[in-house]
């Protein structure tokens, strides 16, 4: 994992970068995990509708900060000319690229013919990359999955296409739309489409530590990893998988600094919210702090407690609780 990556203008350390996931991945997510060495962040997904009509809050979700970077923001949408467009508009924010987002499962999503719907179109998903391509002064890639289900999985013809339409790198998440994020992810598809096409392929799913981020790479041969739910209360992954690259080792973080940087999170996450009220922006960190009480002793009661903050002193008081549960 010591060569580094070349993703269009882009050279990234072989490592593993942080996942767009809606709700989750804020401006604070991205700050923790790139400062624990993610490779790259992307933003939460962004209605291209919603840029299109001047929607404040899909254009907040677009802002970038120096030490995001490199950042790419991820569009979805399902009709080329508000692709087109947004593209467009969001070339202001100097993203280092565009990704948008055909994977997506969740219902309200697909609903709309975006998201993972788009996989049963091709036609339609690559006049979306072709309008992108054509507005965008960076380069456009995608996030899909296997396919709409089992009896469907088209991954490879789709990412075949999609290079076809002027990808310059496509991401895999390892699932089928109809799997949610059950079971467990296909590695070897990742790796069929690793081999099918020219463009870099980036694999995702059900890396959780170094050696996951390893075997991913020696599984597939993709080209960089891309970490989700793996990072929840856990962005010293990034650090495990970065120290790993270099041929070095470190231990596991110790309670006392996981609850150090529960906390550093939860004042990101109100320093990044400064137009909420402190009671408002706190409810953001409530799920948040929850994943760092994971596998500890009374983990249900602290994860009880956590849901529960209302104030940074609260979640103080969580920390406490944690470091007091293993005494």
């Known amino acids: 994992m010591t060569n580094p990556v070349r993703l269009g203008s882009l050279t990234l350390p072989k490592t593993a970068m942080l996942a767009p996931m809606a709700g989750i991945a804020d401006t604070a997510y991205r700050l923790l ?21 001047g929607d404040k809050a899909s254009a907040a979700l677009c802002t970038i900060t120096p030490e995001e970077r490199p950042m790419g923001l991820q569009l979805f ?28 499962p969740v219902h309200k999503v697909v609903a709309t013919g975006t998201g993972s719907a788009l996989m049963r179109d091709i036609p339609l998903a690559q006049s979306l990359i072709r309008a992108a391509v054509r507005e965008s002064g960076v380069p456009v890639s995608v996030k899909c999955r296997l396919g709409w289900d089992d009896s469907t999985r088209n991954v490879v013809a789709f990412a075949k296409a999609m290079e076809d339409a002027g990808a310059a790198w496509i991401t895999i998440h390892g699932r089928t739309k109809a799997q949610l994020y059950s079971g467990s992810a296909d590695w070897n598809a990742i790796r069929d489409v690793k081999r099918a096409v020219r463009i870099p392929v980036i694999g995702n799913g059900d890396v959780r530590s170094a050696a996951d981020c390893q075997a991913m790479y020696e599984q597939t041969g993709c080209d960089l990893v891309m970490i989700g ?62 994943w760092y009480m994971t596998g500890m002793p009374h983990a249900a009661q602290l994860r009880a407690a956590c849901f529960q903050i209302s104030s940074y002193e609260d979640a103080q008081r969580c920390a406490e609780m944690a470091l007091g549960s293993e005494r």
């Open 229 to 290: 739910r793996g990072s929840y209360g856990n962005p010293f992954l990034f650090r495990e998988i970065a120290m790993r690259a270099a041929g070095r080792t470190v231990d596991p973080p110790t309670l006392e600094e996981r609850m150090e940087v529960m906390l550093r999170h939860v004042r990101l996450i109100l320093a990044c919210n400064p137009q909420k009220p402190s009671e408002v922006a706190i409810r953001k960190a409530r799920k948040h702090t929850s």
């Open 33 to 53: 995990c790139r400062s624990f060495g993610a490779a790259a962040t992307v933003s939460e997904m962004v209605s291209v509708k919603g840029l299109c009509y």
């Open 77 to 104: 949408g399902s009709e080329a000319e508000f692709v087109g467009r947004a593209a467009a508009l969001v070339q202001q924010f100097e993203p280092d690229w565009i990704d948008l987002n055909m994977g997506c």
